[in-house]
């Protein structure tokens, strides 16, 4: 705390890695006094930069951008880039932090990275989005590489700034190469990769729910958020049989008691998607749903949780209210959304708990999937992308049952995530020397 003042999103993090990671170490002597935890904690690189652009009016805008490059003991920096005002030092760190575990967790070759601005873009022309994307990658581009460091979307940053990053970097370097995923399917693309953390996060939920002969079907699911992956999961859950009856914003949360079904949905992201206007519009077009303003969906009965939009989202008294009224399953969309408070409510009652390190990782597998493809200069279809996306997120669920499991049965998935996750990355970095 002392080398990092001022972190609290970074302390957090590493507190509930080392909390776990640390017993362990202390019954494995090949990790011990080699400095890896210390190593880890501490970025490989940290760049901050200015980024100026000009807005429609003819201001000059200033904002600052960041590239945290993590860990590289096994493969490239690899991790989103997110804008949104509440982006600094400490959000970046914690995310490339835990970046680091959940790709080591993937299976495949990626090591740990994430970026971002404190860059607004609510309420942005679609002109002012793409002079800021240039913008930032000016700067950027001179750290990045297919090979180096592979930034992807997060908060904020989708296809469309994915797009635009993409065309400035190829205009700043004339190449033609993977340097960014999450891209168009017209230039590089992976099918499926939108889809993917979503769906990764209900294929997770569903293989934790079939330990206790559960399933979707018939269960009324809360998702909080409603971009990207609150969308994806909405859809998946929806498809198994599962009934999803919220979805949310920063300005409150809808409740529709008729389920969010593919309809409704498609509703929702022509509001989030092509208007980018607010959640509390749908309650215009299905007048049955009602909009609680300023609120979070976990007051809302349910059997299985699904927390999809931004880190703390979800408090201990909110924990509590869920498993009073019966939840069964919370499986993390978001990165770090449950308060260390909350996750104690959940292993204390011992329910089904995914921490997103381990249940989010389909994103960032299926774009190591796209830079795989893009290597190849040839495209999967969707079914396999999707099957793929499937055996990743039933691996790591194994992984997790492997590192996480007490003699009761009962897995602690925060555990198991963070074992498996660790000692891929400790193995590499003792073969690697000191570096
Ligand atoms: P989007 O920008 O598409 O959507 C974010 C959603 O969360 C929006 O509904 C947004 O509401 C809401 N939100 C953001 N900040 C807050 C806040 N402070 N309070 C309340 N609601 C908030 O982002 P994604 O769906 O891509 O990302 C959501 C989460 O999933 C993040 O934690 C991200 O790190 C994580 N994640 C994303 C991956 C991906 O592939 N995209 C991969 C792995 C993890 P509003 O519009 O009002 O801001």
Known sequence: AKKNPNEPEFMQAVKEV???????????TKYQNK????????????????????????????????RIQMNSAIGPYKG???????????????????????????????????????????????????KFCQSFMIELAKHIGADTDVP??????????????FG?????????????????ISFGGSLIRPEATGYGNVYFAQSMLKTKGESFSG????VSGSGNVAQFACEK????????????????????????????????MFIKNEQRARISEYVKKYPNAKFVEGKRPWEVKCDIALPCATQNELNESEAKALVANGCICVSEGANMPSTPEAIEVFQHAKILFAPGKASNAGGVATSGLEMSQNSLRLSWTSEEVDERLKRIMLDIHASCVKFGSDQSGYVDYVKGANIAGFVKVADAMLAQGVV
């Open 18 to 28: 080392a909390e776990t990671v640390i017993p362990f170490i202390e019954k494995n």
């Open 35 to 66: 400095m890896l935890l210390e190593r880890m904690v501490e970025p490989e690189r940290v760049i901050m930069f200015r980024v100026t652009w000009l807005d429609d009016a003819g201001n000059t805008q200033v904002n600052r951008g960041y």
């Open 80 to 130: 989103g880039i997110r804008f949104h005002p509440s982006v600094n030092l400490s959000i970046l760190k914690f995310l490339a932090f835990e970046q680091t575990f959940k790709n080591s967790l993937t299976t495949l070759p990626m090591g740990g990275g994430k970026g971002g601005s404190d860059f607004d873009p609510k309420g942005k022309s679609d002109n002012e989005i793409m």
């Open 152 to 165: 992807a979307g997060d908060i904020g940053v989708g296809g469309r700034e994915v797009g635009y990053m």
């Open 168 to 184: 400035q970097y190829k205009r700043l370097r004339n190449e033609f190469t993977g340097v960014l995923t999450g891209k168009g």
């Open 219 to 222: 269960k009324i699911v809360t």
């Open 237 to 268: 859950a929806t498809e198994l049989g599962g009934k999803v009856v919220t979805l949310s914003d920063s300005s409150g949360y809808i409740y529709d008691a008729d389920g969010i079904d593919a309809e409704r949905l498609a509703h929702v």
